[in-house]
């Protein structure tokens, strides 16, 4: 089903460390994943995706990892710049449908 | 341009107001869909165009609610007689017919008083 989060939690790391924001995704024959990263008054922005058929896909400093047996999706951010402070969410879809299913987010704080 | 645009940025209106936004996506982009995120939440689903077909209207939250697209490009969502809990930000996505990675804009931050 569809989470509303009425409290997103945080990650607070410090700078040039390693982020990893975790998700639980709620249907299990969900099939395609994506992380979404949204800065303080703008749009979300495509991070990265990853479909069932795989269980890791790395990108530039990113890597989404897919644990289809617990429902988990993680999203693993190398060397935390200050650019990186953003809301974190990720997205489900089911069935190759249009519709995504977006979780409650993540509050990424990085210290300088 | 390069991306989804939307307008206005932002909107304050008075309660019982009609509002209308607008949303433009990404040249020849033929899906596009339509979002409200409340305070510190998620995304909410409201609806989904494609192409020519008949548009998804199974997240709109009520009759005040309803949306609009003019064959593959911009698109008007419109609520009537605001009220205060309508006050959220309205986010506008776009992606290519067959892709499930959708494309967003920055959003129309709406507050009705």
């Known amino acids: 089903g569809e989470s509303v989060g009425l409290h997103l939690p945080t990650l607070s790391v410090q700078e040039g460390d390693n982020s990893i924001i975790n998700c639980a995704y709620s249907n299990s024959a969900s099939d395609y994943f994506i992380w979404y990263k949204q800065e303080s008054g703008k749009g979300p922005q495509f991070i990265i995706d990853?479909?069932?058929?795989?269980d890791k896909r790395q990108g530039q400093r990113v890597t989404v990892l897919l644990n289809k047996t617990v429902k988990h999706l993680s999203l693993q951010i190398a060397a935390t710049q200050p650019g990186d402070s953003a809301v974190y969410f990720c997205a489900e879809n089911m069935d190759s449908s249009y519709k995504l299913i977006f979780g409650s987010g993540t509050r990424l704080l990085v210290r300088p | 341009g390069a991306g989804v645009s939307q307008s206005p940025s932002n909107k304050v209106t008075e309660k019982g107001k009609d509002v209308e936004l607008r949303c433009d996506p990404i040249?020849?982009?033929?899906?596009l869909y339509w979002y409200r995120q409340r305070l510190g939440q998620g995304l909410e689903f409201l609806i989904y165009?494609?192409?020519?077909?008949?548009?998804?209207k199974s997240g709109l939250p009520s009759d005040r609610f309803s949306a609009e697209r003019t064959g593959e490009s911009v698109s008007t969502l419109t609520i009537q007689r605001t009220q205060q809990e309508d006050s959220a930000v309205y986010l506008c996505?776009?992606?290519?017919?067959?892709?499930?990675?959708?494309?967003f804009g920055p959003g129309t931050r709406l507050l009705v008083l």
């Open positions: 990853i479909r069932s058929n795989m």
């Open positions: 040249s020849g982009h033929t899906a």
């Open positions: 165009f494609q192409g020519n077909s008949a548009p998804d």
């Open positions: 996505a776009s992606s290519l017919q067959g892709s499930e990675t959708q494309y």
